[in-house]
């Protein structure tokens, strides 16, 4: 399974074009986000890297095979160095090694931090919708500003964002863009287009 298409400049191109078709329907303004990952994951390395020189340290043991007691150190070291290596190289290690709450608090918060930096709180009606996509975690969080209000999105808004978080779990753009773009008439029922709206915030994807 791979997130990297989510980064590619069609798949940004087409998120753009979603933007602009639901902002065609309403008055909020949507801005999509999508970082490779929510957290250092330094702790998670430093749990691989342990792993494994622990499955060395018994080898070295435990082996019917004899090993030099003074190397035993040496060897432990660069089992640790090896496990935290690829625990650093690997989405499917990193989340092995970490709780799924653990994984989804990072997104929220890092999530949360996006709102502020993109200025999504910026619009004259508070009216901005954050998509957060957190490629490692396979994740979504979406944000909308005070001016909508949760209850006139409709009873469908879940299961939106629903289709938001199946499409990036499941790495597929196709699904991702379409689920996007069905944001839209839940929010022209939440905030309907004006003839004088103004697009206030950028629809390029921004990705990092």
């Known amino acids: 399974m791979s997130f990297q298409g989510f980064l590619q ?7 753009a074009e979603a933007i602009a078709a639901i902002e065609a329907q309403t008055c909020a303004e949507v801005v999509v986000t999508v970082r490779r990952q929510s957290g250092d994951y330094l702790a998670a390395d430093r749990l691989g890297g342990a792993l494994l020189a622990f ?3 018994l080898v070295l043991l435990f ?3 004899p090993f030099a ?3 035993m150190p040496v060897d432990v070291l660069l089992a640790f160095g090896l496990g935290a290596l690829i625990a650093a190289r690997s989405t499917v ?3 092995a090694l970490t709780r799924p709450a ?3 608090q990072l997104v929220r918060t890092a999530a949360r931090a996006a709102f502020v930096d993109q200025g999504v709180s910026r619009t004259r009606r508070r009216g901005g919708v954050l998509v957060y996509v957190s490629l490692l975690e396979g994740d979504v969080e979406v944000l909308p500003d005070v001016g909508l209000d949760p209850a006139a999105l409709g009873p469908g808004w879940s299961d939106r964002v629903a289709a938001l978080r199946a499409a990036v779990a499941r790495a597929d753009v196709d699904a991702f863009v379409a689920a996007l773009t069905a944001l839209g008439p839940a929010l022209a029922l939440a905030m309907p287009r004006d003839p004088d709206d103004v697009d206030e915030l950028p629809n390029t994807v921004e990705a990092s």
């Open 63 to 65: 082996h019917p095979h």
């Open 69 to 71: 007691v003074a190397t």
């Open 55 to 57: 499955a060395c340290l």
């Open 9 to 15: 400049p069609e798949a940004r191109r087409r998120a």
């Open 93 to 95: 290690v990193r989340r």
């Open 102 to 104: 653990a994984r989804a």
